[in-house]
């Protein structure tokens, strides 16, 4: 960037990015995330515990009472991943999985006590990156952020994330 040019007024009218551009966009994401999930990564090693443990236990925790294919489709993995990582997470009591009163074949998850208790932890490592970000940035960039992730979401999984969230981003 030129001296004396913000970013606002470097990147402002751009219609079409360069390769670089993009690759550059590219990398900053990678190294966004890392940032995103390395609090999380933490707390989850003192448990021995992955992100796949993290992704059920927030999407539990968003809807309590979801059935195991709910989550399944929420998440995009196989059956026999997601079991394994329930199965963790049941066993050492932060997850109830219980039968269906209306289909005795469906098994609904919510969160005990310990378990939004850690899934809490989690969350707060991230909401707290995130609104530290947002901060800094400013609304306009906020906006703009949420604009491309939304843009970037397939449209079936967009269709499903309007399902959960009720829509935008902010």
Do not use: W
């Amino acid at each position: 960037m030129a001296q004396g040019q913000n970013r606002s007024e470097h990147t402002h009218g751009l219609l079409f990015l360069t390769d670089e551009q993009l690759r550059k966009g590219i990398e900053a994401m990678f190294f966004a995330y890392r940032g995103f999930t390395a609090d999380p990564d933490r707390i989850l090693a003192e448990k021995s515990y992955g992100r796949a443990h993290h992704r059920a236990l927030h999407f539990i925790q968003r809807s309590p009472g979801t059935t195991v294919n709910n989550l399944l489709s929420t998440l995009g993995v196989t059956k026999q991943s997601l079991n394994r990582v329930l199965r963790t997470l049941i066993c050492d009591g932060l997850v109830l999985n219980e039968v269906g009163t209306k289909d005795k074949r469906q098994r609904h998850l919510s969160l005990t006590d310990a378990g939004r208790e850690l899934e809490q932890a989690l969350s707060n490592a991230q909401r707290d990156r995130m609104r530290a970000a947002y901060r800094q940035a400013g609304a306009e960039a906020v906006y703009g952020f949420c604009t491309v992730l939304e843009a970037m979401m397939d449209p079936e999984l967009k269709k499903h994330y309007d399902q959960l969230t009720g829509g935008d981003i902010v």
